[in-house]
């Protein structure tokens, strides 16, 4: 049985008269040593990102601002899951083997903690190889 995506809580920090801040640890709250953050910006709402699995790469996508909806397909099974980022203090934790597809509204700024340095090799871009690569191991 492959990792499961899952939606992590962050404690927010403040009040609404001061603000807010949100942390993100290794040893803590996040299951991997991050390696990497990455962060993506300005995405036209009409495109699809994503489209691809990660062989080893294990990620955490935060909506620091706006909204990300999130696609993802676990290798082991064939139906979606739709996770709807809106709030700054939520993180969806994607494991390794999973399709996933993010559409972005007009303001969202994405914010990525890896598992990994950039590799991109890691990266399986095709839907078929994807599905053909988990069909192989089992
Ligand atoms: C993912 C989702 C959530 C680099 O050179 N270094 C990097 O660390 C990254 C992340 C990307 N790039 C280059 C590779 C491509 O030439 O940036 C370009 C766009 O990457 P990509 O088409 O993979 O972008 P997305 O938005 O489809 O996917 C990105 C991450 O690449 C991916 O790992 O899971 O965000």
Known sequence: MEKKSYLIPFQSIGESSIGYISVAESAQNIPFEIKRVYWTYFTPENIVRGRHAHRQTEQILIAVAGRITVTVEAADDPIPQVFVLDHPNMGLYIP????????????????????????????????????QIWSLKN
């Not at 399709?99 to 095709?126: C, F, G, I, P």
Request: aromatic share 16%.
């Open 96 to 131: 390794p083997s999973v399709w996933h597809t993010m559409q972005y509204s007009h303001s969202a700024v994405q914010l990525v903690l890896a598992s990994k340095e950039y590799d991109a090799t890691d990266y399986l871009r095709n839907y078929e190889e994807f599905k």
